[in-house]
T-cell receptor, first 110, second 111 residues
Framework: ELKVEQNPLFLSMQEGKNYTIYCNYS?????LYWYRQDPGKSLESLFV?????AVKQEGRLMASLDTKARLSTLHITAAVHDLSATYFC??????????FGTGTRLQVTL | DVKVTQSSRYLVKRTGEKVFLECVQD?????MFWYRQDPGLGLRLIYF???????EKGDIPEGYSVSREKKERFSLILESASTNQTSMYLC??????????FGPGTRLTVT
């Protein structure tokens, strides 16, 4: 059974600081997704990582994938309040089904 | 833009009622999915479908059934609602091998 673990579960950080969210998974997969969810809203796709060593960047967020270590990271650079949300990683072991991590709730304070 | 719509944003039902949650996508996606989201548990897959009239059980199918009579529409059915089915229900669709796009969610309360 595929397990996907995110840490930390909750992250409070000041504006301007850097931090990394980690996503570990238990079985081989070449596809990993990062989603963002604002309170009361649905999930919005952020990144699709399709191969070992893949790196994607959008604004202050950068995601990477190491399939050998079964690890993905979401790095936040110089956080701003607008990044406050819950972030989920999701792993596709094949056939298009996703297993989600429990999410990291990010709170960026002034 | 991909659009996934769900029939209700909020729904309140009584224990034992039959509940229908509808999901429609407009991008001709083959795959459709139903998840429930609960605090501390993330998203859990209930059922999914790869094609019309096809369905596969996800991780937590007990107490639920689904119907996919048309490619664009995927329905989740709670045959006899119970209080432990109070949750946020999210529908998603995707092309085969591609990212999933999510609907706005239905917050269901069973009293």
């Amino acid at each position: 059974e595929l397990k996907v673990e995110q840490n930390p579960l909750f992250l409070s950080m000041q504006e301007g600081k850097n931090y990394t969210i980690y996503c570990n998974y238990s079985t081989t997969s070449d596809r990993l997704y990062w989603y963002r969810q604002d309170p009361g809203k649905s999930l919005e796709s952020l990144f699709v990582l399709l191969s070992n060593g893949a790196v994607k960047q959008e604004g202050r967020l950068m995601a990477s994938l190491d399939t050998k270590a079964r690890l993905s990271t979401l790095h936040i650079t110089a956080a701003v309040h607008d990044l406050s949300a819950t972030y989920f990683c999701a792993v596709d072991p094949g056939a298009g089904k996703l297993t989600f991590g429990t999410g990291t709730r990010l709170q960026v304070t002034l | 833009d991909v659009k996934v719509t769900q029939s209700s944003r909020y729904l309140v039902k009584r224990t034992g009622e039959k509940v229908f949650l509808e999901c429609v996508q407009d991008m001709d996606h083959e795959n459709m999915f139903w998840y429930r989201q609960d605090p501390g548990l993330g998203l859990r897959l209930i059922y999914f479908s790869y094609d019309v009239k096809m369905k596969e059980k996800g991780d937590i199918p007990e107490g639920y059934s689904v119907s996919r009579e048309k490619k664009e529409r995927f329905s989740l059915i709670l045959e006899s609602a119970s209080t432990n089915q109070t949750s946020m229900y999210l529908c998603a669709s995707s092309l085969r091998g591609h990212e999933q796009y999510f609907g706005p969610g239905t917050r269901l309360t069973v009293t």
